[in-house]
């Protein structure tokens, strides 16, 4: 599971290790490229469509090439996998993404760092494409990305406490970099998971690895929910 699935590098890894993916993206574009890697069927086809759209418009490879290769790999997609363009802090979000309750689910994702956490800007037309490819494939939920993102604690929380409700259990691993100011989250975040959530939180950990970015280390705040 992942609610801030970008351009679906999550899913991709799940469908990889043939197990289901359920994911969220507020993004219509790069919701449309992770729907073409984790779907097929005339969603996925629309999607990709919107996929070689936006690389002729970006004027450049957006990846068109390598989300139709994982298509035909040997890869095949994973029945049940869902994906929609949603908000993944809404409650009604998960409502409609409803990830099954039974077993053990791994959540990894990466919430926005920050106003200037990388966003995909395409022209009016190809928004428009991607979200009829959206609306079509009944996978839109609207709602509108925020002028600015709020902080990185708020919205990690916000997704994460919504995608634990009703799991029998969870292994979290949430990325971390410090936000625009520099601010590091990673204790506050990790400590917020152990009181926030009204579950059982253990082995939280913060795995740091040297930064490879401007804002500084980038690190995995990591724990068992049951």
Same mark, same amino acid.
Not at 56 to 61: E, F, H, T
Not at 70 to 82: E, F, I, K, M, Y
Not at 107 to 126: Q, W
């Given at each position: ?51 070689? +759209?936006?690389? &002729? ?12 290769? &994982? ?99 969870? +292994? ?6 410090? &936000? ?22 253990? &082995? ?23």
């Amino acid at each position: 599971m992942d609610p801030f699935a970008g351009g679906g590098s999550v899913a991709v890894a799940a469908r990889k290790m043939g197990v289901p993916f359920f994911g969220m993206e507020i993004d219509p574009a790069l919701a449309c490229a992770c729907i073409a890697k984790i779907t097929d069927g005339p969603v996925a086809e629309g999607c990709l469509k919107v996929v070689g +759209t936006i690389r &002729d418009a970006m004027g450049r490879p957006f990846g068109h090439d390598e989300v139709a290769a &994982d298509q035909n790999r040997a890869n095949p997609v994973v029945p049940g996998s869902r994906v929609l363009c949603a908000d993944g802090t809404d409650p009604e979000s998960w409502k409609r993404l409803d990830p099954p309750a039974r077993g053990h689910a791994v959540i990894y994702t990466s919430p926005p760092f920050g106003v200037s956490s990388p966003r995909v800007v395409l022209p009016a037309v190809v928004r428009r494409d991607a979200l009829k490819a959206l609306d079509e494939g009944r996978v839109l939920l609207p709602s509108e990305p925020p002028a600015e993102f709020p902080d990185y604690l708020s919205i990690a929380m916000g997704a994460l406490s919504l995608a634990v409700r009703g799991l029998e259990s969870a +292994t979290l691993i949430v990325e971390h970099e410090p &936000d625009d100011q520099g601010a590091d989250s990673r204790r506050t975040l990790a400590e917020s998971l152990e009181t926030g959530l009204g579950r059982k939180v253990r &082995d939280v950990r913060v795995l740091e690895t040297r930064a490879f970015s401007r804002r500084g280390p980038f690190s995995l705040i990591v724990c068992e929910v049951a």
